[in-house]
C-alpha cells in the first residue's frame, strides 16, 4: 500500500504545493516512528519500507528544487524539520533552503524559527547569512513578548539555543546579545531538562563576560534550587559554564555544587571528562590568577574547597580512569598540576591509561604527561620508553616547546634521552 502510494505521489506531484509537501513530510515523519501504543498491546510495530520512504522523499526534494520560487512562509518550518527529522540530508536541498530561509526570516513565528534552525543543526547546514536572520529575527520576537507570552515563549528557548550551538555559531555577536538583554526573563520559566540544554550552551554562544545580573539570573534562583536532582551529565554542564562565564565569587553556590559533585563521581555517574572537566574547573577557582576579581578570603575558602574535592574523589579515581578518553586523562592530570596535588595511586593509574591508548595522544597531549611526570617526580618507565619511541620512529615530531617540555620533567626525574641533545 505505501509503495503504491509512492508512485501515485510521482503521477500527481505536478499538481501539488509546497503546503501539502510540508503536511506530508510531516505525516510520513510520524508514521515512521516505532508505534509504541501499538507494541504495548503486543502489535509489532513497522517503520515505512525504505524503497518508500525513499521514493516519497526523492519526490517531495525534487519537487522543492523545481519550485523554489513557490516555497511558503507558513510551510517552511515543518517540511525543513519533516526532512530533517526523517534523516534526508541532501546537500543541495538543505542549501536551497537556507537560501529561502535568508529571505524568509523575517516573517517566522518562534515556532517556525525554532524548526528552521533544529533543521539546519540536524543536517549540519552551515549558512552564516540564513542564522543571522534568525539571530535577527529571534531578537525582535523576544523584544516583543510581554510577560503574559513568556510561557508560551519559553517552550522554544532551549531548541532554538542548543541548535545554534550544534551549528558552533559563536560566530553571531546578535545571538550573544539576545542572550544577554533576554535569557533572564525566561530563567524561573525554564523546566529542569531546559535548563540542562540552555545553560551549558552559554558557553560557546556568549563570548564575552557577562553582567553581574545575568549571571545571578542564570545560575540562583531555579537552576540553583535542582543542584541536588540534575541527572546525568547536567550539573557538570552548568559547573563547567559558570566557571567559564566568571560566576566564581558565590562561594555557597559551588559549596553545594562541589558537594553533589563529589556524591557524582564516587557514584560513578560521570562521563570521565566531565568528571575531569569539573575537578579543572574547580581547581582553577583556587587561582589568583583566574580568579583575581574575589577577595583572598573567598579565594582562600575556593583553595580548601578544591583540597576537599581531591581527597575525597581521588580513592575511586584509580578504578574509573581505566576506560578514559586521552582528553580526560590530560585533563585531570593538569588539574592536578595547577593545585600541585596528586594522589600517587591515582597518578599511577592515570598513566597506565595513557600508556594503554597512547597511540591516540598529540604531541600536545605527551606534553601535558611529561609535564605532569616531572611535577610529580613520578617516572612511569613503560611510558616514557613508549614515548621516546614515538619521537625517535618521527610518529611525531619534535619541536622547540617540547624539548623544553622534556628537558625541564627529565631534570627533575633525574632521566636522559639522546634524543633530545642530537637536535
Known amino acids: 500500500c505505501i509503495l503504491f502510494l509512492a508512485d501515485q505521489l510521482r503521477t500527481v506531484v505536478g499538481t501539488i504545493d509546497h503546503i501539502t509537501i510540508s503536511v506530508l513530510l510531516h505525516g510520513l515523519g ?30 517531495c526534494g525534487d519537487w522543492i528544487m523545481a519550485n523554489r520560487g513557490n516555497l511558503k512562509v507558513c510551510a517552511m518550518g515543518q517540511s525543513m524539520q519533516g526532512f530533517a527529522k526523517l534523516k534526508y540530508y541532501r546537500d543541495d536541498l ?11 526570516a523575517r516573517e517566522f513565528n518562534l515556532a517556525q524559527l525554532s524548526m528552521v534552525i533544529n533543521a539546519m543543526a540536524r543536517s549540519l547546514t552551515h549558512d552564516w547569512e540564513a542564522e543571522e536572520a534568525v539571530c535577527l529575527r529571534l531578537e525582535t520576537i523576544l523584544a516583543e513578548v510581554d510577560d503574559s507570552q513568556l510561557p508560551e515563549a519559553s517552550n522554544f528557548i532551549a531548541g532554538i539555543l542548543t541548535a545554534f550551538l550544534k551549528l558552533e555559531a559563536d560566530c553571531h555577536p546578535t545571538l550573544a546579545e539576545t542572550i544577554l538583554r533576554h535569557l533572564p526573563r525566561f530563567m524561573p520559566l525554564l523546566s529542569m531538562t531546559d535548563i540542562v540544554l540552555t545553560v551549558p550552551s552559554l558557553a560557546r554562544l556568549v563570548q564575552v563576560v557577562p553582567q553581574r545580573e545575568f549571571l545571578e539570573a542564570i ?9 541536588t536532582a540534575y541527572e546525568k ?3 557538570g554542564g552548568i559547573m563547567l559554564t559558570a566557571q567559564r562565564l566568571g560566576f566564581t565569587y558565590d562561594i555557597c553556590w559551588w559549596e553545594e555544587a562541589v558537594e553533589q559533585a563529589i556524591t557524582t563521581i564516587n557514584r560513578g555517574r560521570w562521563k570521565g571528562l566531565t568528571a575531569a572537566s569539573v575537578i579543572y574547573a574547580v581547581a582553577r577557582l583556587g587561582v589568583i590568577s583566574e580568579n583575581s576579581n574575589v577577595s583572598t578570603e573567598i579565594l582562600t575558602q575556593f583553595k580548601n574547597m578544591r583540597k576537599r ?17 586521552p582528553r580526560a586523562v590530560t585533563t585531570l592530570l593538569t588539574a592536578c598540576v595547577k593545585t600541585d596535588y596528586c594522589d600517587k595511586e591515582l597518578a599511577r593509574a592515570l598513566f597506565d591509561r595513557a600508556y594503554a591508548t597512547l597511540h591516540q595522544y598529540n604531541a600536545k597531549d605527551i606534553a601535558q604527561l611529561i609535564s605532569a611526570m616531572g611535577v610529580f617526580e613520578v617516572a612511569h618507565g613503560h611510558l616514557i620508553r613508549a614515548i621516546e619511541q614515538r619521537f625517535e620512529t618521527k610518529a611525531l615530531v619534535m619541536d622547540p616547546g617540547l624539548t623544553a617540555v622534556f628537558q625541564t620533567a627529565y631534570s627533575r626525574l633525574g632521566r636522559e634521552w639522546l634524543f633530545l641533545h642530537r637536535r
Open 94 to 104: 538543505f542549501t536551497a533552503l537556507a537560501e529561502k530561509v535568508r529571505e524568509m
Open 233 to 235: 551529565e547536567g550539573l
Open 309 to 325: 574535592l581531591f581527597e575525597s574523589v581521588s580513592p575511586v579515581l584509580p578504578d574509573q580512569v581505566t576506560d578514559w578518553h
Open 219 to 227: 545560575f540562583n534562583g531555579k537552576s540553583r534550587q535542582y543542584i
Open 30 to 59: 510520524r508514521l515512521n516512528e516505532p508505534r509504541k501504543v501499538g507494541e504495548h498491546r503486543g502489535r509489532s510495530s513497522h517503520r515505512i519500507p525504505k524503497e518508500a520512504l525513499d521514493s516519497f522523499l526523492d519526490t
